[in-house]
């Protein structure tokens, strides 16, 4: 643990090495253990200089959100079309959140409206406007994709990401509430018999493919007439 320093040497302090360390603790021990006296011995400062710098709780919670949620931001300004920028912001999201599953509760409870994340919607505004999509359709758009990534990620987390510790990575959905039904429960069901094994015929691609199939047909709805997308 670095030592305590003094209020001249925290000049070098930042919201984002605050917000930095809090995520680097809730990753390892989980939300209960974040406090601004934790926080401040993770960054060998006392507690107190944290509030120069974010000034609340709430504040600090919300600026978790932000540091997991912005990853998937710079993917929306590279991509050549409307559909695929929405579909790389949908995976980068979900990398996200797969990465911090302890911070899944709060992205799930919290608006956190912070500048950050005002920014990473304004980008992808900006990105479905110059695709020529009306402004409440395009807005529409990017929090139907959030939410069904959010959703998709809570029902993978089967009621387990609640601040205890982080598995991490994509192999933290592998005992989810979404898998797989074994064989000897479908013997009363010979059509969802025949399909899971279907399902477990086709060639993994490391990407769940469930996710897949409905972020590509809310793409498609989108740019049917009558869909978000309709112009």
Do not use: C
């Not at 401040?40 to 932000?66: N, P, R, T």
């Amino acid at each position: 643990m670095s030592p305590k320093r003094t209020r001249g040497q925290n000049a070098g302090l930042t919201r984002q090495a605050i917000l930095r360390a809090a995520l680097a603790l809730a990753d390892r021990e989980g939300l209960k253990a974040l406090s601004m006296r934790r926080i401040g011995q993770e960054l060998g400062v006392e507690a107190m200089s944290l509030y120069q710098h974010v000034d609340s709780k709430d504040a600090l919670l919300d600026g978790l959100v932000e540091q997991v949620v912005t990853q998937a931001a710079p993917l929306l300004t590279e991509a050549a079309t409307w559909q695929e920028a929405l579909r790389e912001y949908a995976h980068a999201l979900l990398r996200a959140l797969l990465a911090h599953p302890n911070v899944l509760p709060l992205v799930v409870s919290r608006p956190a409206i912070t500048p950050g994340n005002l920014r990473l919607m304004e980008e992808g505004l900006r990105v479905l406007r110059a695709a020529g999509l009306p402004p409440g359709r395009a807005l529409d758009m990017l929090y139907a994709v959030t939410g069904f990534v959010v959703g998709h990620v809570s029902v993978l987390a089967g009621g387990q990401a609640t601040g205890g510790a982080a598995g991490g990575g994509e192999g933290a959905a592998s005992g989810s509430a979404m898998r797989d039904i074994p064989e000897p429960d479908l013997v009363e069901t010979p059509l969802l018999a025949e399909a899971t094994r279907a399902r477990r015929a086709q060639p993994s691609s490391g990407t769940d493919r469930r996710f897949v199939f409905a972020l590509e047909a809310m793409l498609r709805g989108f740019g049917e007439p009558g869909g978000s997308g309709g112009l």
